[in-house]
């Protein structure tokens, strides 16, 4: 009965993305979207190749079109110089050879090999698959005369033609929405996790709960990676978009340095919860935190929370609180005896790096610290 749960938890999750896909933006919607172009430029690519012109190999026109509906316009492009060329020359190379053997067989021993090596270059991309798969239609088929090329080679390029139209003119994708929900994302987590850490301080905590905030910090770094990708996708999707400018696109997105303040912050997060990870369980290689530094302790985690979080007077009123419970921290460095200091001196450390990067890019008013962009040359966290 196993299969059978599977089975529904597929449909109950395909019934979920068509629901989304109607009733909201986002991802569904805009694959649903593509979908539909992808297939009214194979039917219109059909309709002018076999309809209208009825051309023997009309079938090539939408066999391209809907290859060529691809998630940007620039995409599009690129990816129709890269069909079109290893489409012809595997069109072209098949046919030479059979022409020069006279044997099919034969001349698939000579074009194969060298149609897929073709086709693994990376630069023909997910396209080089053509290059072997047409040759062996063309082979297959026996459709090596002069006009069965020619008519080949003119499908191709008038499917690539109306791909491009379609995916261009109709609904042009612009990537921006995956910006914004990572945007949104890293300071909704930085908030929980810091807010989960606090109460450990509060409580007491283990080391498997630090180790767990370890695997939460590095997710949060690892996203990054999926936002500076995001960010290219946005540009690429600007690229040759006749239609961007015409779609509402919301708030601008905030600046690129925004991402290696983010970095910072993330950075910062994996270096204090490897640290309380190492100072905890039977056998740490730091210092046990006391009871009296695991209160200022989680304060500044608390409050670095709230200021993680775009609400700009809040963000000012925990940062200067957060440096209030930094303060009673580091003055219990010099009171302690030699381990448990060295231990209280990570804490310290990441700690201020850590506030440091949630700074906003002006000093605070009483001057008492200044903003991480003074002080390293670095950009510190902007919000709102």
């Given at each position: 009965m196993q299969w059978w749960r599977r089975l529904a938890w597929e449909a109950a999750a395909l019934r979920r993305s068509a629901l989304r896909a109607?009733?909201?933006?986002?991802?569904?919607?805009?694959?649903?979207?593509?979908?539909?172009?992808?297939?009214?430029?194979?039917?219109?690519?059909?309709?002018?190749?076999?309809?209208?012109?009825?051309?023997?190999?009309?079938?090539?026109?939408?066999?391209?079109?809907?290859?060529?509906?691809?998630?940007?316009?620039?995409?599009?492009?690129?990816?129709?110089?890269?069909?079109?060329?290893?489409?012809?020359?595997?069109t072209i190379l098949a046919a030479g050879a059979a022409a020069a053997t006279g044997n099919t067989t034969a001349a698939m021993a000579l074009t194969l090999p060298v149609t897929v090596l073709l086709g693994s270059w990376t630069r023909f991309g997910t396209q080089g698959i053509y290059a072997p798969?047409?040759?062996?239609?063309?082979?297959?088929?026996?459709?090596?005369?002069?006009?069965?090329?020619?008519?080949r080679l003119l499908d191709t390029l008038v499917?690539?033609?109306?791909?491009?139209?379609?995916?261009?003119?109709?609904?042009?994708?612009?990537?921006?929405?995956?910006?914004r929900a990572h945007l949104d994302w890293l300071p909704h987590e930085t908030a929980e996790l810091l807010h989960i850490m606090a109460s450990g301080m509060e409580r007491g905590y283990e080391r498997v709960d630090a180790e767990r905030w370890h695997d939460r910090a590095r997710l949060l770094h690892s996203n990054l990676a999926d936002l500076r990708e995001a960010r290219v996708w946005t540009r690429e999707s600007y690229r040759f978009n006749p239609g961007h400018h015409l779609r509402r696109r919301g708030p601008a997105l905030p600046p690129s340095d925004v991402d290696a303040a983010w970095e910072r912050v993330t950075h910062h997060l994996m270096s204090l919860t490897r640290l309380l990870a190492d100072a905890a369980g039977r056998t740490p290689s730091l210092r046990p935190p006391h009871a009296d530094a695991l209160e200022p302790l989680g304060a500044l985690m608390r409050r670095a929370a709230v200021a993680s979080m775009p609400a700009q007077e809040a963000r000012e009123r925990a940062l200067s609180e957060a440096w209030d419970a930094h303060g009673r921290l580091k003055a219990q460095v010099i009171r302690k005896d030699e381990e448990t200091a060295t231990s209280l001196g990570g804490f310290v450390a990441e700690t201020q790096q850590l506030l440091y990067a949630l700074e906003p890019e002006t000093n605070d008013a009483d001057g008492r610290h200044d903003a991480a962009s003074d002080r390293d040359g670095t950009t510190a966290l902007p919000h709102g």
């Open positions: 109607v009733r909201e933006p986002g991802r569904e919607r805009d694959t649903l979207i593509q979908s539909l172009k992808a297939a009214a430029a194979a039917i219109l690519a059909w309709a002018v190749t076999d309809w209208w012109w009825e051309s023997p190999m009309a079938l090539m026109a939408p066999w391209a079109a809907v290859a060529l509906v691809q998630s940007t316009v620039y995409r599009s492009l690129v990816s129709a110089v890269q069909q079109v060329a290893v489409i012809g020359f595997g798969t047409t040759a062996l239609f063309v082979l297959a088929y026996g459709s090596t005369s002069f006009a069965d090329v020619g008519h499917g690539a033609l109306v791909g491009i139209g379609v995916n261009a003119l109709i609904l042009p994708p612009v990537h921006l929405r995956d910006v």
